[in-house]
């Protein structure tokens, strides 16, 4: 385990998981997605967020083989990419995140986008129920799932997700895929869970308030709800000190109306793209 206090979750499949992780999306493969999860590692992270389509599971796995710490300590996610969906696909790409992260399992692998009208995110599951069955990894699940989504793949399939990681910030809370979540044992999990980069919400007066009051910054208020509100988290850092500053959130506690206050937020607006109709590669 850590130091740092960081919760786990026990996802369906029986697995334990880090709540709070580090994500790596746009973090250039080579040094600064090294240093970044080298950092990470140090301060006590123990979960990795990683994708094919990221371009840097080479990097990621580079570092977690030069920490030193035991493979089973750390929790490795990564992602199949929208080109490899479909029967015959699935099992070549796994095995070639697998050999770019030099790892031998997956902790959890996730199909990156459900893309509708292409119709494969069903097939896809199949395959990715087998690689479960023959213990590749030791869970699998979905990102950017709507409800009729999970709903088709309830019908169709024997293993309910682990997880659905989706955008999921303050602006953008997500409560209909929440309810169903967690009616269903799914575990969601936040992207951009700082609300990204774009008129981030970090410069908010409220949330600069608030933090004020446990000498706390506004990332960190923020992580602090996710947290609470049970959410898996993964902010992403390429500095060290935001990196360590992300996990440093285990000694204080918002109260219920900092919750409410921090919920009403919402805008209902998406930043990324809408599952509903990314169909492309
Ligand atoms: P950087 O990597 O330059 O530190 P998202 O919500 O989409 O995950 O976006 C998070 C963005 O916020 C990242 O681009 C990251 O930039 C930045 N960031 C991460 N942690 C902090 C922090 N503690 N304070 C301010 N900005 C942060």
Known sequence: MNDTNVPYVTLNSGV????LGLGVWKSKDGNEVEAAVTAALKAGYRLIDTAMVYGNEGGVGKAIRASGIPRE????TTKLWNS?????NVRPAFEASLKRLGLDYIDLYLIHWPMPARDLYVETWHEFEKLYVDK???AIGVCNFEVEHLEKLDKHSTVTPAVNQIELHPRFAQTELREYAKEHGIMIES???????????????????IGKDYSKSPAQVVIRWHLQHNLIVIPKSVHAERISQNIDVFDFELSKKEMDMIDSLETGQRLGPDPNTLNGN
């Open 16 to 19: 334990q998981m880090p709540q």
């Open 73 to 76: 300590e750390i929790f490795v």
């Open 84 to 88: 490899d969906q479909g029967k015959g």
């Open 136 to 138: 590749k990894v030791r």
């Open 191 to 209: 992207w951009s869970p700082l609300g990204g980069t774009k008129g981030s919400i970090l410069g908010n007066e409220m949330l600069i308030q």
